[in-house]
């Protein structure tokens, strides 16, 4: 069974597509969203249900990790068997995960159903990013993916705002059940939609293996990577970083299985053969290394305002909402135009968040030391909100771009695998910039600023790179245009001599 229908030039749009895409976005961004709100309730948690450091962590980790481990292998489920029963399991036991957490009567329950709430959340995504490819085309999907990346954008920096006032509203002992809770009504009711509005799976006439060795190699070596970094802060020791070459290993052997795999005939989980279509291969490159830079920014300014500075849970999350208003707004906008400007914007995008960046350290260092006479949240909002309106340049364009090519039929591996490229890029960016952090605060004895400030300074390399490759590729393209341009004018004169 495929989920798709043929994607020719016959293609008639579904005339509920927008209403269907609604639908995905909703519960896209529910489960992005649990990424980011449960850190500020926390310190709720650790009242509320007397949790250790270590579960904590779990808690935060494990729906990480578990999201992470399921992403690639759900989008080719969704492509072999059918998006809309997959999406509609994956919100259904999102939202009895969601229920589960805000019971918990101990830390274990609550890091168990964290567990599972994370697999339903990477079964979610790679659907939508199929969906798009599946319902839209031309300028459409671009406002698809503009929209889409939008969410992905609002869901990342509005979480610690949407914890710390629900936090607020509904008290320290008990605000951390209110982060959870809020997914079931918003759960059921995407359920409901999702039955009437999402198009039905198409029968293809052939039986296709979904590659469990694939999925075994390919779910071993991401965990291998992923479980040092997570756990960077509450691991002891370096026995743990024996994992990540362990983990590349892997990954080499996942990739030597699905060549023998596909010269056996049969449809590997991930077609190796996208990444030899330059706008997919550039694009994963791109969001892998970005995401390394731009999550991180949250993480330490979180700590910044509300440990070194004193702030409460919501005015550590307002003083960032203006990155959040800059990013959906610019990714909406972006969505729209890329189809006309192409990898430009996305590299216009990159210049806009180092800019912002480096302007943050500098009104970091001037509010941090009193010189500017108001304080740091105020201070950072006009250069957040030009970085985000950067961010949202990056994101949504870059997956246009990136799947611009890939055919509808393995559009939710895909995305998985672009998915996956962000999760690892995310950990390590938390991991490497936490890690500077942490120990400039040691090193500093104890000066938040300095922390704060060289973190953000790690930040700002890893987007620069990002920067880097994208400058390259529009060199690149200019010199293959220019040589193109001769070779048609050599063409032209040939004749004539």
Known sequence: MSCVPPDGPDFTPDPRRWRAFAVCLVAGFMSLLDVSIVNVALPSMRTGLGATESQLQWVVSGYALAFGLVLVPSGRLGDVRGRRPVFIAGVALFTLASAVCGLAPSAHWLVVARLVQGVAGGMINPQVSG??????????????FGLLGATIGLSTAVGPLTGGALIALFGTDHGWRAVFFVNVPVGVVAVALAFRLLPAPHPSGRKESLDPVGVALLGAGVLAILLPLVQNRSWAGNGKWLLVPAGLA????????????????????????????RSYALGAGIALVYFGGFTAIFFILALYLQVGLGYTALQSGLAVTPFALGSAVASALGGRAVTRLGRPLVTAGLVAVVAGLVVTDVLVAAAGSGSMGVPVGWAICPSLLVAGIGSGLVISPNITLTLAEVPVERAGSAGGVLQTGQRIGSAVGIAVVGAVFFDTLVAQHGDWTAAVR????????????????????????????????????????????
């Open 131 to 144: 969906f798009v490819q599946q319902l839209f085309r031309g300028a459409e999907r671009g406002k698809a």
């Open 454 to 497: 060289a973190g953000l300074w790690v930040s700002v390399a890893v987007v620069a790179v990002a920067l880097a490759i994208a400058l390259t590729d529009l060199w690149t393209a200019r010199r293959a245009r220019a040589r193109e341009s001769r070779s048609q004018t050599v063409l032209v004169r040939s004749p004539e001599r």
């Open 250 to 277: 892997l990954l080499g052997a996942f990739v030597l299985w699905e060549r023998r795999y596909e010269a056996r005939g049969k449809e590997p989980m991930v077609a190796l053969g996208l990444f030899r279509r």
